[in-house]
């Protein structure tokens, strides 16, 4: 198993939801990724998990939450999102957290609107 | 600090010509790695082709190919005998490790069009 997979593909929520992303991976990888990506733009990063704790956190709201349960999956938890944050989100794993330079795998994202 | 620039938000290639996408660079590390990453309207980011900045031999694959100018920092990418398929959003794309703060630092991307 060579990829990454995220669920759900599309994702529409109001500002009062609370809902969650999931992605997966079972290469082994120990470090996981979040991005965020605005149509026509490259993708930004928000959260880095290096063997299952959170190491980097790029100033993002709390409204966003991260999770780790183990190795091969991570979740991003949402509440109280704003229009603002619909884009893509991309989830991606690199085999340990000092090769994200080296080797990162993304996978196919989630599509959120915000509405 | 890293930096990738790509200067041009659009090009266009006739079916079955060659296209070169333009991609220059700056950083301060000795060791370090150059992507160019394909996303199509499909979203999913595809890694095509990675340079090691240690290797003067260019990278190839299959129809794509690196024109890397390490005095120059740049990093051109060719497709050759294009194809309706690949037209993408293409990313250049800076990274090095190992280290705590390994990560990519991407370009701003270019739209490739591929005419029938």
């Known amino acids: 198993d060579t990829e990454v997979t995220q669920t759900p593909k599309h994702l529409v929520m109001g500002m009062t939801n609370k809902k969650s992303l999931k992605c997966e991976q079972h290469?082994?990888?120990?470090?996981m990724y979040w991005y965020k990506q605005k149509a026509k733009k490259p993708p930004e990063l928000m959260f880095v998990?290096?063997?299952?704790?959170?190491?980097i956190n790029e100033s993002v709201p709390s409204r966003f939450s991260p999770e780790c349960p183990n190795s091969s999956l991570l979740n991003l938890h949402l509440h109280a999102l704003q229009p603002e944050d619909s884009a893509l989100y991309l989830c991606?794993?690199?085999?340990?957290?000092?090769?994200?330079?080296?080797?990162?795998?993304f996978g196919p994202g989630t599509r959120l609107t915000v509405l | 600090a890293q930096t990738v620039t790509q200067s041009q938000p659009e090009m266009s290639v006739q079916e079955a010509e060659t296209v070169t996408l333009s991609c220059t660079y700056d950083t301060s590390e000795s060791d370090y790695y150059l992507f160019w990453y394909k996303q199509p309207p499909s979203r999913q980011m595809i890694l095509v082709i990675r340079?090691?900045?240690?290797?003067?031999q260019n990278a190839t694959e299959n129809r794509f190919s690196v024109n890397f100018q390490k005095a120059a920092k740049s990093f051109s990418l060719k497709i050759s005998d294009s194809q309706l398929g690949d037209a993408a959003m293409y990313f250049c794309?800076?990274?090095f490790g190992p280290g705590a703060n390994s990560k990519l630092t991407f370009g701003k991307g270019i739209t490739l069009s591929v005419r029938p």
């Open positions: 340079q090691e900045a240690y290797k003067q």
């Open positions: 998990y290096s063997y299952e704790k959170l190491s």
């Open positions: 794309a800076l990274g």
């Open positions: 991606a794993s690199s085999q340990i957290p000092g090769l994200a330079g080296r080797n990162l795998v």
């Open positions: 290469m082994g990888h120990r470090a």
